[in-house]
């Protein structure tokens, strides 16, 4: 037969179960200070790509020719800005926004060598492009399903 002295010393024999650890006063700081310098680099980042932008627009205006070199630049430097925006406003993927930038970039590597690149580094970066691009689809894609 089982009597409350016996409930109760069985109940005390479990041991506690123990909350999350949490983290040290260390780990804290350790945290903010590294949010603090992701944060300042980034403020850093946008102010160079808005000079860069600037300078590309007064050497634009100054040539008074606008080819699709600098066009393509321009959307370089556009999806820095908006990758930017995206890390502080938390709307839509950080993740693509990079890739966007590599197909950019390669899209105004593969103008800027023009004629004087061989075929099969055409080939190579084209490849590139479509490899990024199908990355790209299935993050968005995933994105919306997540």
């Known amino acids: 037969m089982i ?3 016996s409930i109760e010393t069985a ?3 479990i041991p506690p179960v123990n909350p999350e650890p949490q983290p040290s006063r260390r ?3 350790a945290g903010r200070g590294f949010s603090l310098a992701e944060h300042g680099l980034l403020v850093v980042i ?7 932008a600037g300078t590309e627009i007064v050497r634009v205006v100054q040539v008074q020719e606008v080819n699709l070199a600098d066009i393509l630049l321009m ?3 556009t999806e820095v ?3 930017i925006g995206v890390f502080y406003t938390g709307k839509g993927s950080a993740f693509v926004y990079p890739i966007f930038i ?11 060598q023009g004629k004087n690149m061989a075929p099969e580094n055409i080939v190579f970066e084209a490849s590139a ?11 968005v894609r995933l994105g919306k399903h997540a």
Do not use: P
């Not at 946008?46 to 860069?52: D, E, F, N, P, R």
């Not at 590599?102 to 800027?112: C, D, E, Y």
């Not at 492009?129 to 993050?139: D, K, S």
């Open 3 to 5: 009597d409350s002295e």
């Open 11 to 13: 109940q005390t024999d």
């Open 27 to 29: 780990t804290i700081l």
């Open 81 to 83: 800005v908006g990758m």
């Open 129 to 139: 492009i479509l490899l990024l691009a199908l990355a790209a689809a299935i993050i």
């Open 46 to 52: 946008a102010g160079m790509t808005l000079v860069a």
């Open 75 to 77: 959307f370089l430097y």
């Open 102 to 112: 590599a197909i950019t970039a390669l899209s105004r590597l593969i103008v800027l």
